[in-house]
């Protein structure tokens, strides 16, 4: 059975009660429950990773090289910032999906930027949880080239 990598950055384990006003009371567990959950329908397992810290995020982006067929990443802050996130999903030449729960375009300018948007085959903005759900389902689309 194929495999997508789920990766969530900085501060997204505090979701549930990070700001809820912009990010909502979900938490990181609703999110890889919903993602494990979408993904089993599709017929996809999901290794699923969070860190505050830019290197083991590039190390769990790079380990899927070995044995997955798609990420789904909400990068966090790093999105506005990381050429090193950017290269790393790069360099695995797989499938990528980017996740914000918040609409980052109504927000502080320096958020408008992403350095995944560009190279990913699917953009969820502003879906809260079910924007999560809404990327494995185009990702398994992607997987099945329809
Ligand atoms: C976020 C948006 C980012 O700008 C922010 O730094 C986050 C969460 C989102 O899911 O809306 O940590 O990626």
Redesign the pocket.
């Known amino acids: 059975m194929s495999r997508l990598l789920l990766v969530n950055?900085?501060?997204?384990n505090l979701l549930g009660t990070?700001e809820p006003d912009?990010?909502g009371t979900t938490t990181l567990a609703d999110v890889e429950q919903l993602v494990t959950e979408t993904a089993a329908a599709e017929g996809l397992q999901v290794r699923a990773v969070q860190s505050n810290h830019e290197g083991e995020l590039i190390d769990a982006i790079q380990g899927a090289r070995e044995d997955c067929a798609a990420i789904v990443i909400?990068?966090?802050?790093?999105?506005?910032t990381s050429v090193a996130i950017r290269d790393a999903l790069l360099a695995t030449e797989l499938p990528i999906a980017e996740?914000?729960?918040?609409?980052?375009h109504r927000?502080?300018p320096?958020?408008h930027h992403s350095y995944v948007s560009d190279i990913a085959e699917v953009v969820v903005?502003?879906a809260g949880l079910h924007?999560y759900g809404y990327a494995v389902q185009q990702l398994a689309r992607v997987l099945r080239g329809a």
Do not use: C, K
């Open positions: 950055g900085p501060n997204l990070r912009v990010y909400n990068p966090g802050a790093y999105t506005h996740v914000h729960l918040s609409n980052i927000r502080e320096f958020r903005i502003g924007g």
